[in-house]
């Protein structure tokens, strides 16, 4: 069935018999009507039901209510409407960095029928360049303040691009109505294309439905964070990143909550904002929890009740130097851009220190072997999810019918499972290292470093050797570099083998002022190997 006149990204979805979308029909939460734009949901209701006046979205310098958001939204939705040849179904990329008028333009898109494609705000042109060929984007909205790299973008597919937050969109918008009747859309059609991280040839466009958009709010929040309306969220990921849209657009939208955005966020900022602005629920990556940690003391933070990290695995001492902190538990979760979210997380009543956690509402998780097969408990095996989203890649049957293997998810990571169901990463499937018939995870080798007392920051990737098969090699930033020397090399070598088992050493290391990462906060591996 074809829900937009422009068909281009329902004409490339999967055959569903190669999605892994499975249905909880028995939860009533899971079920939406068969017309349904999202936004009405997340934005208009809280119009309709009085709440026009509450607080939406804050920054260091202002305060949108829903109905600032409502109305600027719509006014936006004008814009592509009536001006800029915009045809229901139409891909739009979004470049900004974190801030309300973002917010507003991802609304105005899918008010006006169109299909969101958010980027990261520290892409180059190149970059850009691919994802605006592979999705084929007609339209373009940019922050004034990205306006650079995007002058160096051409493409014949685009039509219009327009800058935002200066005062000539101001102009523009204003001209229109802010009521707008919102396209009517089906819950299965697209509502975002999001591109994931591939180290080799071009990205992969996974697509999530106007229905998977809500669903994954009555799953991981409801499992983990039981938001009220007097919430405020925070966090650093990009909305450009699924985990930031989540946790700092949708998460608190549907609850009638509030999100506090920071445009550059760093430690420092996120807690003058949890102290200035009473914030309650805070996400990042465990990188930045390991530094809030060294910085907490400095700061009030009684106001913040939750925490929660993703992006990649948070070590166990990372968790216990927050926890003896704050007396905060943070909440581990894991997430995928073809999932949209998190699906395995822990909450207060369900947490092991060290465990990602369970299957959260909406899911189930398994162990498997190659084959397929379920594993035993306590053995390490590729994860399997299937549940109320799944992997829809746009245009690559070959790379779905990888990830997507006898109806379940095949996520890319290797987990085990125990026997009270909680689920412990071990490694990122290619992140095994092989060495003289030992299998090494680098986050366990990673985990034993952080402990030294000398060490802030480390990054293990598996070296090429003629003998061994592959080496160890550990990239560490000191917290004191003037201490780099071989001695120390050879202190951290005989410390680990005290520590660990003996074969997991690192044979090779190298000390480094800082590890290569993404702008979610992920270490790049592959550029270290």
């Known amino acids: 069935?074809?829900?937009?006149?422009?068909?281009?990204?329902?004409?490339?979805?999967?055959?569903?018999?190669?999605?892994?979308?499975?249905?909880?029909?028995?939860?009533?939460?899971?079920?939406?009507?068969?017309?349904?734009?999202?936004?009405?949901?997340?934005?208009?209701?809280?119009?309709?039901?009085?709440?026009?006046?509450?607080?939406?979205?804050?920054?260091?310098?202002?305060?949108?209510?829903?109905?600032?958001l409502f109305n600027k939204a719509n006014q936006i939705a004008q814009l592509l409407q009536h001006d800029l040849e915009f045809i229901?179904?139409?891909?739009?990329?979004?470049?900004?960095?974190?801030?309300?008028?973002?917010?507003?333009?991802?609304?105005?898109?899918?008010?006006?029928?169109?299909?969101?494609?958010?980027?990261?705000p520290l892409l180059r042109a190149k970059e850009i360049q691919t994802i605006v060929e592979c999705a084929e984007i007609s339209h373009v909205l940019c922050h004034a303040d990205l306006a650079e790299e995007m002058q160096?973008?051409?493409?014949?597919?685009?039509?219009?691009?327009?800058?935002?937050?200066?005062?000539?969109?101001?102009?523009?918008?204003?001209?229109?109505?802010?009521?707008?009747?919102?396209?009517?859309?089906?819950r299965n059609a697209v509502a975002i294309i999001g591109f994931t991280s591939g180290t080799t040839g071009l990205p992969k466009m996974t697509a999530h439905f106007h229905k998977d958009i809500l669903t994954i709010c009555e799953a991981f929040p409801a499992y983990s964070l039981q938001p009220k309306p007097t919430d405020i969220f925070?966090?650093?990921?990009?909305?450009?990143?699924?985990?930031?849209?989540?946790?700092?657009?949708?998460?608190?939208?549907?609850?009638?909550?509030?999100?506090f955005l920071i445009e550059?966020?760093?430690?420092?900022?996120?807690?003058?904002?949890?102290?200035?602005?009473?914030?309650?629920?805070c996400f990042t990556a465990p990188t930045a929890w390991r530094v809030i940690t060294t910085k907490v003391a400095e700061y009030d933070i009684r106001s913040l009740r939750k925490c929660v990290s993703a992006g990649e695995t948070l070590p166990l001492k990372v968790w216990q130097d927050?926890?003896?902190?704050?007396?905060?538990?943070?909440?581990?979760?894991?997430?995928?851009?073809?999932?949209?979210?998190?699906?395995?997380?822990?909450?207060?009543?369900?947490?092991?220190?060290?465990?990602?956690?369970?299957?959260?509402?909406?899911?189930?998780?398994?162990?498997?072997?190659?084959?397929?097969?379920?594993?035993?408990?306590?053995?390490?095996?590729?994860?399997?999810?299937?549940?109320?989203?799944?992997?829809?890649?746009?245009d690559r049957e070959e790379k779905q019918r990888d990830y997507v293997q006898n109806c379940w998810n095949i996520t890319g990571d290797v987990f085990q499972q125990d026997e009270d169901d909680y689920f412990w990463f071990i490694a990122r499937g290619d992140d095994m290292i092989i060495s003289s018939g030992y299998n090494i995870a680098a986050i366990e080798v990673e985990?034993?470093?952080?402990?030294?007392?000398?060490?802030?920051?480390?990054?293990?990737?598996?070296?090429?050797?003629?003998?061994?098969?592959?080496?160890?090699?550990?990239?560490?930033?000191?917290?004191?570099?003037?201490?780099?020397?071989?001695?120390?090399?050879?202190?951290?070598?005989?410390?680990f083998k005290e520590n660990a088992a003996p074969y997991k050493y690192p044979r090779v290391i190298y000390f480094v002022d800082e590890l290569p990462k993404t702008e979610t906060g992920k270490i790049q591996r592959f550029k270290l190997k």
């Not at 999605?19 to 734009?37: K, M, R």
């Not at 119009?47 to 600032?68: M, N």
């Not at 925070?234 to 999100?259: M, N, W």
């Not at 550059?264 to 629920?281: N, R």
């Open 447 to 495: 985990s034993v470093l952080l402990q030294h007392e000398t060490i802030v920051e480390c990054a293990v990737v598996g070296l090429p050797d003629e003998e061994r098969g592959m080496l160890v090699c550990a990239n560490i930033v000191l917290k004191d570099p003037s201490l780099a020397s071989e001695d120390l090399k050879n202190n951290l070598q005989h410390w």
């Open 1 to 68: 069935m074809t829900y937009y006149q422009d068909s281009f990204a329902e004409d490339r979805l999967p055959h569903i018999n190669i999605q892994a979308q499975y249905s909880f029909s028995d939860l009533p939460q899971f079920q939406f009507p068969e017309v349904l734009n999202c936004v009405d949901y997340l934005l208009d209701r809280h119009i309709r039901e009085g709440r026009g006046d509450t607080p939406c979205l804050r920054t260091f310098d202002e305060l949108w209510t829903y109905q600032d």
């Open 264 to 281: 550059k966020p760093s430690p420092d900022l996120l807690l003058q904002a949890i102290q200035e602005h009473k914030i309650t629920i």
């Open 234 to 259: 925070t966090g650093s990921p990009p909305l450009g990143f699924t985990f930031g849209l989540g946790g700092l657009v949708l998460f608190p939208l549907y609850y009638g909550a509030s999100a």
């Open 322 to 394: 927050w926890y003896d902190a704050t007396g905060l538990k943070i909440i581990d979760g894991i997430g995928a851009t073809e999932m949209l979210h998190i699906f395995i997380a822990s909450n207060d009543e369900n947490m092991k220190p060290g465990a990602t956690g369970k299957a959260v509402t909406g899911y189930e998780a398994k162990i498997v072997d190659d084959l397929g097969n379920e594993l035993p408990r306590n053995t390490p095996g590729k994860l399997a999810v299937r549940g109320i989203t799944g992997c829809k890649y746009i």
């Open 152 to 186: 160096l973008v051409h493409s014949p597919f685009i039509k219009h691009l327009t800058y935002f937050g200066n005062a000539d969109f101001d102009y523009i918008t204003k001209r229109f109505s802010t009521n707008n009747n919102n396209y009517p859309t089906h």
């Open 88 to 120: 229901p179904g139409n891909r739009v990329l979004i470049r900004s960095a974190n801030n309300p008028l973002m917010v507003a333009c991802w609304f105005g898109v899918l008010k006006a029928g169109g299909i969101v494609v958010a980027t990261m």
